[in-house]
């Protein structure tokens, strides 16, 4: 080739880079929501040529938004009726911000029951599926292929055998961490199954972001199951083979049909099906819930919004139980007032998570909330993996969602409110039961760190915003 053809060449690759370049750097103008992500992204593309708009292409554009907005018009449901008065001025507070952030209405005449582990929450879930008439509703993360997931599997097979409307929705991404993979397990047994984003290579979709973090069980709309477990033999164990500890809920009583019409539009979303809406069951209890469901399709940061509603209304305490922590400076700047304020702030966080990298960049969090009041109890082994929000024991939030920036900001997640004194009181208990076996961590121990250690949380803390 002559020295006139490469230089050429080199022309034309550098124009068309340029090109692509550009493009991409508009539409993260544009579309980017956060503006570190946009620059980040934006760099990626001039410094790398062509890898850097093609990386962008794969990974830094939100295909499922679109996607998911145009099903949500059709799904949508109708705005709350009348509830009973509040006469709690803090419940009604909070109440006109979850009315202004969410697509639910509140539901009165609900029942919360907490099951701890997976040896005291599988078992009413496989009764449930065992006793199911009508339809099995299981949208889950990851649903492990060891013996506990074989006892799911056989017990959603059954009754799909026997004619019960089974569907079962599995992460994409969540499903690679068991081999062989259930889906098709799922499949061979007769089980009507579906992955939401799953990878692929052709055409390109590696989105690892953008992740269904939900964790639902719907039998025959009268129960429901939620929480942060997901399906496995990591939920089981005794003493020091225990490997997590976790909590998740039961619920019964008329909200049931939101969480029914939340796990219907991931699953037209996945298998281009549409479910019927579940009826009404009457009411089991006392408790009046509200379901709010956040993703990247959403338009704002609705469970971010409410939970900061929360702490701005919160008048004797918050208690916060989280497997992983890496505040936004919202939340961080919340905390921080109540603490001021005078409310007792008190953050419950696992010594060791299952993800160290996690962990330093947490601590690199802590010293502005520290020194503010906040307090910081950390537990010891095994790895707790609850989520829980408690509101001067009269309010609290359960759910899959973890307080970092890919539960807020990048999965999709769900959560349930619950307004009820005696459930959130009960839940307020097991927060300060955790708390007596925790050691509390003091700024002066996040100060004696060495240097070495605070340059590792540090350069950790840089990259929060993508953890």
Request: aromatic content about 8%; charged content about 20%.
């Amino acid at each position: 080739m002559s020295a006139s053809h490469a230089v050429l060449g080199t022309a034309l690759v550098l124009l068309a880079h340029a090109g692509f370049a550009a493009a991409a750097t508009v539409h993260a103008l544009l579309r980017k929501p956060d503006p570190r992500s946009a620059l980040g992204w934006i760099i990626a593309c001039w410094v790398f040529p062509l890898a850097g708009p093609l990386l962008y292409l794969m990974f830094g554009i939100n295909r499922v938004r679109a996607r998911a907005r145009q099903l949500r018009p059709a799904t949508a449901p109708p705005r709350a009726g009348p509830l009973p008065v509040i006469a709690d001025d803090f419940a009604l507070q909070l109440t006109h911000i979850g009315d202004a952030v969410t697509q639910w209405p509140r539901i009165a005449g609900n029942a919360i029951a907490p099951l701890e582990n997976g040896e005291n929450a599988f078992p009413p879930m496989l009764r449930a599926i065992n006793e199911a008439r009508r339809s099995v509703w299981l949208a889950t993360y990851i649903f492990e292929t060891d013996p506990v997931g074989e006892q799911f599997v056989s017990a959603l097979a059954a009754a799909a055998a026997r004619g019960v409307e089974v569907r079962v929705l599995v992460d994409g991404v969540g499903e690679w961490y068991s081999w062989p993979h259930v889906v098709p397990q799922l499949r061979r047994r007769g089980v009507r199954a579906a992955r939401f984003l799953a990878p692929r290579l052709f055409p390109p979709r590696i989105a690892i972001n953008l992740r269904n973090h939900r964790k639902l069980l719907i039998v025959d709309g009268s129960t429901a199951f939620l929480g942060g477990m997901n399906i496995g033999g990591r939920e089981v164990g005794k003493g020091a083979q225990r490997r997590m500890a976790d909590l998740h809920f039961e619920v019964r009583g008329p909200v049931i049909p939101q969480l029914g019409r939340a796990f219907a539009i991931d699953w037209r979303f996945a298998a281009q099906e549409e479910l019927a809406n579940l009826p009404v069951p009457a009411a089991a209890g006392q408790a009046v819930c509200r379901v709010i469901t956040e993703g990247p399709d959403e338009d704002n940061d609705k469970l971010l919004y409410v939970i900061l509603g929360a702490l701005s209304v919160a008048r004797t305490q918050i208690l916060i139980m989280t497997p992983y922590f890496i505040p936004q400076a919202e939340l961080t700047a919340a905390l921080q007032a109540a603490a001021l304020r005078g409310v007792e702030v008190c953050l419950v966080l696992p010594e060791h998570s299952n993800l160290s990298y996690v962990d330093w960049a947490s601590r690199r969090w802590w010293g502005p909330l520290l020194a503010r009041g906040v307090r910081i109890f950390l537990q010891p082994t095994p790895f707790s993996h609850t989520k829980l929000l408690v509101v001067d024991g009269a309010y609290a939030q359960i759910g899959s969602a973890n307080l970092d920036p890919r539960s807020l900001r990048l999965n999709f997640e769900i959560a349930l409110e619950v307004y009820c004194r005696q459930s959130a009181g009960a839940l307020a208990d097991y927060v300060m039961r955790a708390r007596a076996g925790s050691r509390e961590y003091t700024l002066q121990e996040l100060e004696a760190l060495s240097l070495p250690a605070r340059v590792r949380n540090s350069a950790l803390w840089l990259l929060s915003p993508y953890l």
